[in-house]
């Protein structure tokens, strides 16, 4: 990853519109981040103040009265501020709980709202896995926004507190020298530039550390994305643990993440040396602050400028200034490392989407009769410079079959994203009754589609909710479409029928099903959403021929008066259609029955069929 530099104007920026968002996401956080911070300042003050009064009470004689209750104010009134803190943490850390997980789910609505192309986009992807891989490897990111914003803030209302009382502290020099103001105001300059001197050189420190340490975690991005890639994409796939077993890649797998452990560690292990260093030279330098504040408090305590007592809350104050000061410092590192992982899911979320969504809205017709027409289309994917569909023009009605061939890699299912408006064409228009299809409420136009593609997937949840795609739904319809693609036995055995999880994969009672009964489920889900055009893009590719041939004929029925497309590199597959349009790379070569195709010898379709020709041939 290129290292970016951000200015400190647009860092600030960048933090509070993360702030702003993880707030908004987790109610009530800002009230109790503001709450515990104002309980934590009062309860670090409150020792030093009520004990300071209480010593100079002491000096100066108070009665007994008096004394009683500076030490109640010390004792029990500390221990009440004390306990309403931590009763504020705790609700502070619970809250806080949901900081990784709601803008997580965040995020995921915004990959699931976002234009198709952008996930068939690998750069789309490597971004999405480098905001998991920082928040899950190194807690960077939304999340450790979060965590570090309330102490920040704290620390530099302690740090405003502490310098108010050392302000004070300064005005009383001219208690130490009077009628001599300009050994007053050398005496406090002379300290007031020490101070600042050596807090210079603590943040000059602090900034070499964040440099190095920031340079370190950049470059264990990248480690982090192949870890991760390793680990969740590659070894938990089942396809691939039997590549490793039966190709034995133990071996090179495990020296793979040998040497990324060892360039994670060892960046780690050089950030670690880092903030060493920078807690010496801190230490050092506080130190040396401490030396001055002490000299500074018993100077005036001989010129009698202040009591005894209040060496208790100037030397408190101005160890908690210190104290503060360098965790601030430690946590500012932290922050300008974190931001550009906030940036990065900002810019994530800024994504635009390119499509338009069109505002007309789809005529509702009781007879379904709708027409599509490809008008001239070319469509290039985005980044490439080859049309995939070139000059493509087809029109075709309600009720229709249609089946589209082709070779492999031919636009078949291109011809199908563009359909469902995926994707928009590079050139021409898709009209749907006349209209160009960009011009329907977006919504509206893909709810006349329902589609089993041929990477389809069924998650693990109940057997309804993946037929209905809801948590609420008609179960005798979905009793009903089970039914009629053929998994009525298998609905039966089901323990808890429509209840019952697909797969082990969360739910020890759940069932495995085969992959043809997972395709019967994908064609029971397109069935059970009604809609005018049902299509089926290769959803059997990996069947034999025949036993597709029998899936696509009974789903010949099951569709009814509706149009059905059907995409198949298998001719076999397609001769109940009325309708066979034939692709080759990118243009509508031929159109008609498959009588009339197979008599064409010098069309692609005769050639395909003579080819695959040998695979229908069964015994007799």
């Given at each position: 990853?290129k290292?970016?530099?951000?200015?400190?104007?647009?860092?600030?920026?960048?933090?509070?519109?993360?702030?702003?968002?993880?707030y908004?996401?987790?109610?009530?956080?800002?009230?109790?981040?503001?709450?515990?911070?104002?309980?934590?300042?009062?309860?670090?003050?409150?020792?030093?103040?009520?004990?300071?009064?209480?010593?100079?009470?002491?000096?100066?004689g108070?009665?007994?009265?008096?004394?009683?209750?500076?030490?109640?104010?010390?004792?029990?009134?500390?221990t009440?501020v004390?306990?309403?803190?931590?009763?504020?943490?705790?609700?502070?850390?619970?809250?806080?709980?949901?900081?990784?997980d709601?803008?997580?789910?965040?995020?995921?609505e915004?990959?699931?709202?976002?234009?198709?192309?952008?996930?068939?986009?690998e750069?789309?992807?490597?971004?999405?896995?480098?905001?998991d891989?920082m928040?899950?490897y190194?807690?960077?990111?939304?999340?450790?926004?979060?965590w570090?914003?309330?102490?920040?803030?704290?620390?530099?209302?302690?740090?405003?507190v502490?310098?108010?009382?050392?302000?004070?502290?300064?005005?009383?020099?001219?208690v130490?020298?009077?009628g001599?103001?300009?050994?007053?105001?050398?005496?406090?300059?002379?300290?007031?530039?020490?101070?600042v001197?050596?807090?210079?050189?603590?943040?000059k420190?602090?900034?070499?550390?964040?440099?190095?340490?920031?340079?370190y975690?950049?470059?264990?991005?990248?480690?982090?994305?192949?870890?991760?890639?390793?680990t969740?994409?590659?070894?938990?796939?089942?396809?691939c643990?039997k590549?490793?077993?039966?190709f034995?890649?133990?071996?090179?797998?495990?020296?793979y993440?040998?040497?990324?452990?060892?360039?994670?560690?060892g960046?780690i292990?050089?950030?670690?040396?880092?903030?060493?260093?920078?807690?010496?030279?801190?230490?050092?330098?506080?130190?040396?602050?401490?030396?001055?504040?002490?000299?500074?408090l018993?100077?005036?305590?001989?010129?009698?400028?202040?009591?005894?007592g209040?060496?208790?809350l100037?030397?408190?104050?101005?160890?908690?200034?210190?104290?503060?000061?360098?965790?601030?410092?430690a946590?500012?590192?932290?922050?300008s490392?974190?931001?550009?992982y906030?940036?990065?899911?900002?810019?994530?979320?800024?994504?635009?989407?390119?499509?338009?969504?069109g505002?007309?809205?789809?005529e509702?017709?009781d007879?379904?009769?709708?027409?599509?027409?490809?008008?001239?289309?070319?469509?290039?994917?985005?980044?490439?410079?080859?049309?995939?569909?070139?000059?493509?023009?087809?029109?075709?009605?309600?009720?229709?079959?249609?089946?589209?061939?082709?070779?492999?890699g031919?636009?078949?299912?291109?011809?199908?994203?563009?359909?469902?408006?995926?994707?928009?064409?590079?050139?021409?228009?898709?009209?749907?009754?006349?209209?160009?299809?960009r011009?329907y409420?977006y919504r509206?136009?893909?709810?006349?589609?329902?589609?089993?593609?041929?990477?389809?997937?069924?998650?693990?949840?109940p057997?309804?909710?993946?037929?209905?795609?809801s948590?609420?739904?008609?179960?005798?319809?979905?009793?009903?479409?089970l039914?009629?693609?053929?998994?009525g036995?298998?609905?039966r055995?089901?323990?808890?029928?429509?209840?019952?999880?697909?797969?082990?994969?969360?739910?020890?009672?759940?069932?495995?099903?085969?992959?043809?009964?997972?395709?019967?489920?994908?064609?029971?889900?397109?069935?059970?959403?009604?809609?005018?055009?049902?299509?089926?893009?290769?959803?059997?590719?990996?069947?034999?021929?025949?036993?597709?041939?029998?899936?696509?004929?009974?789903?010949d029925?099951?569709?009814?008066?509706?149009?059905?497309?059907?995409?198949?590199?298998r001719?076999?597959?397609?001769?109940?259609?009325n309708?066979?349009?034939?692709?080759?790379?990118?243009?509508?070569v031929?159109?008609?029955?498959?009588?009339?195709?197979?008599?064409?010898?010098?069309?692609l379709?005769?050639?395909?069929?003579?080819?695959?020709?040998?695979?229908?041939?069964?015994?007799?």
């Amino acid at each position: 990853m290129k290292e970016e530099k951000i200015r400190f104007k647009d860092a600030v920026k960048i933090n509070l519109r993360g702030l702003l968002l993880v707030y908004s996401l987790v109610p009530g956080n800002l009230f109790m981040n503001a709450m515990l911070i104002v309980v934590d300042v009062v309860c670090s003050y409150w020792n030093f103040f009520f004990l300071a009064k209480l010593v100079n009470d002491v000096v100066l004689g108070s009665s007994r009265e008096v004394l009683v209750w500076d030490v109640i104010l010390v004792t029990i009134g500390q221990t009440l501020v004390l306990f309403l803190f931590n009763l504020l943490q705790k609700f502070w850390y619970y809250s806080g709980s949901n900081s990784w997980d709601a803008p997580n789910a965040y995020l995921n609505e915004k990959i699931m709202s976002m234009d198709y192309e952008y996930m068939e986009s690998e750069s789309i992807h490597n971004r999405r896995r480098d905001i998991d891989a920082m928040a899950r490897y190194s807690g960077g990111g939304m999340c450790k926004l979060f965590w570090l914003a309330t102490p920040v803030v704290e620390r530099m209302i302690q740090m405003l507190v502490a310098f108010g009382y050392m302000a004070y502290l300064a005005s009383r020099s001219f208690v130490a020298f009077p009628g001599e103001p300009w050994k007053a105001v050398a005496f406090v300059g002379v300290f007031s530039i020490a101070f600042v001197m050596l807090l210079i050189l603590s943040m000059k420190k602090n900034k070499v550390a964040e440099k190095k340490m920031n340079q370190y975690n950049e470059a264990n991005v990248p480690n982090y994305r192949q870890y991760q890639f390793y680990t969740r994409e590659y070894m938990e796939k089942e396809e691939c643990g039997k590549t490793i077993r039966m190709f034995r890649q133990q071996n090179v797998l495990s020296f793979y993440f040998d040497k990324l452990m060892k360039e994670i560690n060892g960046n780690i292990d050089k950030i670690g040396k880092e903030d060493q260093k920078r807690n010496v030279w801190v230490g050092a330098i506080e130190a040396l602050v401490s030396g001055l504040v002490y000299f500074l408090l018993a100077v005036m305590v001989s010129k009698g400028a202040i009591l005894v007592g209040s060496i208790c809350l100037y030397a408190g104050c101005i160890t908690n200034f210190l104290l503060h000061f360098r965790g601030w410092l430690a946590q500012w590192v932290e922050i300008s490392v974190n931001t550009k992982y906030v940036k990065m899911y900002l810019d994530f979320l800024d994504i635009p989407n390119k499509k338009y969504e069109g505002t007309l809205p789809v005529e509702k017709r009781d007879d379904d009769k709708f027409t599509i027409e490809f008008r001239h289309v070319s469509f290039r994917y985005p980044g490439s410079d080859r049309d995939v569909l070139k000059d493509f023009s087809i029109k075709f009605h309600i009720g229709e079959r249609l089946a589209v061939v082709g070779k492999n890699g031919s636009g078949k299912t291109t011809f199908i994203k563009l359909l469902c408006r995926l994707y928009d064409p590079t050139e021409g228009e898709i009209l749907l009754n006349g209209i160009d299809i960009r011009k329907y409420d977006y919504r509206e136009y893909l709810s006349l589609f329902s589609v089993v593609f041929q990477d389809f997937k069924i998650p693990a949840l109940p057997l309804g909710e993946n037929v209905a795609v809801s948590r609420e739904y008609d179960a005798s319809r979905v009793k009903s479409v089970l039914e009629r693609v053929g998994l009525g036995e298998l609905l039966r055995k089901m323990p808890d029928g429509l209840n019952t999880p697909l797969y082990t994969d969360f739910d020890k009672n759940g069932v495995d099903i085969s992959g043809g009964e997972a395709q019967k489920v994908a064609i029971a889900r397109a069935l059970y959403h009604d809609t005018p055009f049902v299509i089926l893009d290769e959803p059997t590719a990996a069947l034999d021929p025949l036993a597709e041939y029998e899936i696509y004929s009974h789903f010949d029925d099951l569709v009814g008066t509706k149009t059905a497309v059907y995409i198949s590199h298998r001719l076999s597959s397609c001769q109940f259609c009325n309708d066979i349009l034939v692709i080759d790379e990118g243009k509508a070569v031929q159109r008609g029955n498959h009588e009339k195709l197979v008599k064409d010898q010098e069309g692609l379709y005769y050639t395909l069929w003579n080819t695959q020709a040998q695979y229908y041939q069964t015994e007799g």
